[in-house]
């Protein structure tokens, strides 16, 4: 059975003070890593895709890099509107579309 | 503006009646998924449809139904059969295609009063 765990449950961050968020997970075969930001009371907003371990992609503040076995969204000196819950999926190989979703991470940043 | 259009965003219903939330996508994508969230849980996927007058249980199907009848619309019907029915669903969809990202909707919050 394909299972995501992400950690830490909570974060909270001073503003331009650097960390990083955990996703493992555990799937026959990856297709593809996918990190979403959630906002109170909305749908999941998609960041960034990752399919092979080694890749990276950065947009703004925010990189996402992946191994074999996890992925970290690391995020360079957050600003207050960071703060959001972090999802991560993975789709697994011969899972048709199927997403599997961790719990969230989230984060506040405060100033 | 290409997107998912869920609605209502807020729901209230009586307990033992059935209520349907509606989910339609403009961005002419294939797959179509249904999710229930839970505070501090995951996305916890109920159906998906890869195709038209096709879709596949998930890992919570039971207590709901979902039909596809036209590639643009997914409804999900909550029935009387879901024992805790109060939570926020979330609609998305995906195009075609191995590396794909799924879209997702504004969700609707149900409350069983």
């Known amino acids: 059975e394909d299972q995501v765990t992400q950690s830490p449950e909570a974060l909270r961050l001073q503003e331009g003070e650097s960390s990083s968020l955990n996703c493992s997970y555990t799937v026959s075969g990856l297709r593809g890593l996918f990190w979403y930001r959630q906002d109170p009371g909305k749908g999941p907003e998609f960041l960034f895709t990752?399919?092979?371990a080694g890749e990276e992609k950065e947009k703004e503040r925010l990189k996402a890099t992946l191994t074999k076995k996890e992925s970290f969204l690391h995020i360079t000196a957050p600003k207050p509107e960071d703060s959001a819950t972090y999802l991560c999926a993975v789709q697994a190989v011969g899972t048709a579309s199927k997403l599997t979703f961790g719990t969230g991470t989230r984060l506040q940043v405060t100033l | 503006d290409g997107g998912i259009t869920q609605s209502p965003k807020y729901l209230f219903r009586k307990e033992g009646q059935n209520v349907t939330l509606s989910c339609e996508q403009n961005?002419?994508?294939?797959?179509m998924y249904w999710y229930r969230q839970d505070p501090g849980q995951g996305l916890r996927l109920i159906y998906y449809s890869q195709i038209v007058n096709d879709f596949q249980k998930g890992d919570i199907a039971e207590g709901y139904s979902v039909s596809r009848e036209k590639k643009e619309s997914f409804p999900l019907t909550v029935t009387s059969a879901q024992k805790n029915p109060t939570a926020f669903y979330l609609c998305?969809?995906?195009?075609?295609?191995?590396?794909?990202?799924?879209?997702f909707g504004q969700g609707t919050r149900l409350t069983v009063v």
């Open positions: 990752l399919y092979s």
């Open positions: 998305a969809s995906r195009p075609q295609g191995l590396r794909t990202e799924a879209f």
């Open positions: 961005l002419n994508h294939d797959a």
